[in-house]
């Protein structure tokens, strides 16, 4: 079958033969429909410093599908061929305290699937039952691809309440837009997004953000605050970006007394002025990995289904996995917000 693989330990990706992948008694065999690229796939085509450290070539590489059910293991019974499903492509070892403590999330020996192992940019990929999930009628089929990324975005969100408060995302990439859609359908008073891109700052409007500001601009701090209560700062905080400048700028913006989620994952060690920017100002912090098995799940459903959120207009682009090349380019200049690759021929 064709797959996009990382073969060597080099920049780029090629598109491989490979075989169709075996399956175990407890596992499914899933004909990829559409898949969504990620930041990760980024970082692991460009061979920077994290996936040198990470990732083991030979890999099939992508871990946001869905998909078809072709075949399944003999004790599998709560999946049949033509199921429409997409997977939780962190597979814990399903035995460990977290495992069994209802926080596989964050299992010790978990393995990403795309990263640890054999990832969804194929004709086929092969994932324990366990972590497949049935998609509901309903859902359109390129925004169960990217419930990965929708489920760290929710999971991100709903680490506080943010009901009836002030909400700030910092970064409108894919997850952060999600954020923006999810904390304003989650009743928050006010989603105020801070994005130097322009195309993406106004993505943020369209998809919850009520105001949406460029953090090169002058004077920007002191408008945002003039969206909060007394000129505070925001309730809520939601790091999407990553980067050390975007960390900092949610400890300022935050108010005192205020949450302050970090999602986005800066590729070296940031420094903090922790008295000034979270002791004194009693901030409370909250690391956000991956997506909670599966509460969070059940949440990106019934969002959809329930509030009618609709995630389409942040895949800005759909194409052939053949077209891969470009659409990395695309990403890599930060021309592309969701990238869907479709599989089938
Ligand atoms: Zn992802
Ligand atoms: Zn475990």
Redesign the pocket.
Same mark, same amino acid.
């Given at each position: 079958m064709p797959a996009l693989v990382k073969a060597e330990s080099a920049r780029g990706m090629d598109l491989k033969q490979v075989p169709i992948p075996e399956i175990g008694k407890t596992d499914v065999l899933i004909r990829v429909q559409k898949t969504g690229i990620c930041g990760t796939d980024v970082h692991i085509f460009q061979w920077d410093a994290w996936a040198a450290g990470r990732v083991k070539p030979p890999l099939v590489v992508g871990h946001e599908f869905v998909g078809v059910v072709e075949r399944v293991g003999e004790a599998v019974e709560e999946f049949k061929p033509g199921d429409i499903v997409s997977g939780e492509g962190h597979i814990? &070892?399903?035995? &460990?305290?977290? &495992? $069994?403590t209802g926080q596989?999330h964050i &299992? $010790?020996?978990?393995k990403i699937i795309g990263v640890d192992r054999n990832g969804c940019f194929a004709h086929y990929i092969s994932m324990p039952q366990v972590n497949v999930w049935r998609v509901k009628p309903g859902i359109p089929h390129e925004v169960a691809a990217i419930f990965d990324p929708y489920g760290n975005a929710m999971h991100t969100v709903m680490a506080q309440p943010v009901n009836g408060r002030t909400v700030a995302v910092i970064g409108a990439g894919a997850i952060g837009l999600m954020a923006c859609a999810i904390a304003r359908a989650a009743g928050a008073l006010q989603v105020l997004v801070v994005e130097p891109q322009e195309h993406k700052r106004k993505l943020a409007l369209e998809t919850g953000g009520g105001f949406a500001f460029d953090p090169r601009e002058e004077g920007w701090e002191q408008s945002f605050r003039g969206h909060t209560p007394d000129e505070i700062g925001a309730d809520v905080v939601l790091e999407m970006s990553g980067s050390a400048a975007g960390i900092h700028t949610a400890f300022k913006m935050v108010r005192p007394g205020g949450d302050v989620a970090l999602l986005g994952i800066p590729p070296t060690a940031v420094g903090l002025n922790l008295a000034e920017e979270i002791i004194f100002k009693a901030v409370t912090v909250r690391g956000i990995n991956g997506r909670l098995m599966f509460q969070t799940w059940y949440q990106c459903e019934r969002f959809l289904l329930d509030h009618k959120l609709d995630l389409r207009p942040l895949i800005t682009h759909q194409c052939s996995y053949r077209d891969y090349l470009d659409a990395f380019d695309l990403l890599e200049k930060g021309q592309a917000v969701k990238i869907v690759l479709n599989w089938e021929e």
């Open positions: 814990g &070892c399903g035995h &460990c305290y977290f &495992c $069994r596989g &299992c $010790r020996t978990m």
